[in-house]
Structure formats: structure tokens, C-alpha cells
């Protein structure tokens, strides 16, 4: 069983900075990419930004530029380095590894950003 642990989120004011961090653990964990995914309040589950362990990066339009994502597939960690923040950010952020068997999500962690 793959398990997904995620941290650091919480209330930041407009304009602040937040750091997420996951990791993947389990016995059948076999994966090759890993990513944020975040849910709006109302709205779908989309794309933050998912990394590969081979580096190569993808993120959401709306992000590039202020959000950093990194691997460690020593780890199976995955992190999202979040600057300026904006109000449009609040959701509640999912981890996710990928694996040539389908993905696995974290449980969420709270972002909250007030204007």
C-alpha cells in the first residue's frame, strides 16, 4: 500500500510565501513523477505543477514564475516552494505520484490566503 504524507500548509497573508512538502512511502511503491494538484472551494481538482525524476518540470500558467516545484527520488519526496502568494490560491493542495500503474493522492493540506 502507497501512502502519501503532505505538510505545510496553512493561513498566509497576500504577497506571502509557503513551502509544501510530501512524501511517498510504501512496499509496491513504484513511481516516476510526482505533483500538486490543488481544489478551490466550488471548483475542479487542476494542476499546480508535477515534476519527473528525470527533471523535467510542467506548471500551471497561472503559477509560473512564483512557484517552484523539486524531487528527490532518493526521498520520493516532492516539494512546492509558493511565493506571492494571491487570494486565488486558497484550496486545498494534493500531493501526487505517478506510476506507470495509475497515481496516488495524498490526503490535502489547507492553503489559505487572505487578502
Known amino acids: 500500500q502507497v501512502q502519501l504524507v503532505e505538510s505545510g500548509g496553512g493561513l498566509v497573508e497576500t504577497g506571502g510565501s509557503l513551502r509544501l512538502s510530501c512524501a511517498a512511502s510504501g512496499s509496491s511503491l513504484n513511481i516516476y513523477a510526482m505533483g500538486w494538484y490543488r481544489q478551490a472551494p466550488g471548483k475542479q481538482r487542476e494542476l499546480v505543477a508535477t515534476?519527473?525524476?528525470?527533471?523535467?518540470?510542467n506548471y500551471a500558467d497561472s503559477v509560473k514564475g512564483r512557484f517552484t516545484i523539486s524531487v528527490d527520488n532518493t526521498q520520493n519526496a516532492v516539494w512546492l516552494q509558493m511565493n506571492s502568494l494571491k487570494p486565488d490560491a486558497t484550496a486545498v493542495y494534493y500531493c501526487a505520484a505517478f506510476g506507470p500503474v495509475g497515481t496516488h493522492w495524498g490526503q490535502g493540506t489547507q492553503v489559505t490566503v487572505s487578502s
Open positions: 515534476a519527473s525524476f528525470e527533471g523535467r518540470t
